[in-house]
């Protein structure tokens, strides 16, 4: 029987196809094509009774569910959810919930438009099953109709043209998360990078006077570092404590341990103290792990390894820069010392190559 039809597909010329209705040229082109329906019934033979009705709003939900997900998503990363880290007192810490809400809301939404779909195809298309002999070789014109009616029948099957409750929900979904990376590429470039007026990106806000803070906006005295010890200190100016490219490490030297200081350099270290950038020039990762018997520097993220005694040149990894050295200075406060910067690094920090003078 099947070998009758596929003849008699081949013996029909352009003009009697068109004139067949969509469901037997559908059915026509699949055993053209070597595939059989062996069964295919509407899911609801009646159409437009409470079923369907029941089946369609909860589809339209799961739709409208990820178009408000998308539209969440772009109103908290446009500012609605602070995402700036505050000193202790300064105000309540819920930049933590930033990047998480980021995400579930994000993953909500292509969630819901995955269930949407395949409920779609569950609860509403003709359930069919059929089966399919290979075969090679290119289309002709028959083979070619008659694949634009079984693409027609698919989605007259969809019912999009009748339930527009799903049309414009899975419009509106679609919309909205195909607008979240336009928001997040087109956001990123909108603010400029520099820090205003006089700011430039190859600078820090490190200067010649600016007080050597710990992150609570305590100053760093040299009576608070034990020899071998270390201490992660910031710029103390307004938003240093929160700028990308402050965090510096303060390391004591033991007893006998000499740095071999870069050419200019030989200023920057104050007695036995040294403070280079916490920023591997690697990737940007913190280098903090510091072994002080042997003065190396250790970068978590990638294993590159800084010789302290060296200046903290690379002497492994894939770090290729040394880590720029901070000028320290000593000021007297109420009788006490407390470290200040003399300067600020003499070259860009971290790994961005916008950076680099």
Request: glycine content about 10%; some cysteine.
């Amino acid at each position: 029987m099947s070998d009758m039809k596929s003849n008699e597909a081949a013996r029909l010329d352009p003009n009697e196809l068109a004139a067949m209705s969509t469901e037997e040229a559908m059915i026509l082109a699949a055993e053209e094509d070597g595939v059989y329906i062996v069964h295919r019934r509407e899911r609801f033979p009646i159409a437009g009774t409470r079923t369907e009705k029941r089946a369609e709003r909860t589809i339209a939900g799961t739709f409208l569910l990820a178009f408000l997900s998308a539209v969440g998503f772009i109103v908290v990363f446009c500012g609605a959810v602070p995402y700036q880290w505050h000193l202790p007192g300064e105000g309540p810490q819920t930049f933590r919930y930033f990047t998480p809400l980021l995400g579930a809301l994000l993953g909500l939404s292509l969630a819901c438009i995955g269930i949407g779909i395949v409920l779609w195809a569950k609860w509403l298309m003709p359930e069919e099953e059929a089966v399919q002999d290979r075969h090679d070789g290119p289309s002709d014109e028959v083979q070619q109709i008659l694949t634009a009616a079984t693409l027609t029948s698919g989605y007259n099957d969809t019912g999009v043209a009748r339930r527009s409750i799903l049309k414009s929900t899975v419009g509106l979904a679609g919309g909205a998360l195909g607008a979240v990376p336009l928001v997040a590429m087109v956001g990123a470039m909108i603010k400029k990078p520099n820090r205003g007026e006089g700011q430039s990106m190859f600078h820090t806000l490190w200067k010649a006077g600016v007080p050597i803070v710990y992150s609570d906006g305590r100053r760093v005295s040299p009576d608070d570092i034990l020899p071998g010890g270390l201490a992660t200190v910031f710029p103390g100016v307004p938003g240093g404590v929160k700028a990308g490219d402050s965090p510096t490490l303060i390391i004591r030297l033991r007893p006998g341990q000499v740095v071999r200081s870069r050419k200019g350099q030989d200023s920057y270290q104050w007695g036995d103290f040294v403070a280079y950038s916490k920023i591997c020039t690697h990737a940007g990762c913190p280098a903090s792990l510091y072994e002080q018997q042997t003065g190396r520097l250790l970068c978590p993220c990638h294993q590159s390894q800084f010789d302290v005694f060296q200046d903290a040149k690379p002497v492994f990894g894939p770090a290729t820069r040394s880590l720029p050295k901070l000028p320290l200075g000593v000021e007297v406060v109420d009788g006490k010392q407390y470290f200040k910067a003399n300067g600020d690094f003499p070259e860009a920090i971290g790994p961005a190559f916008w950076e680099r003078p």
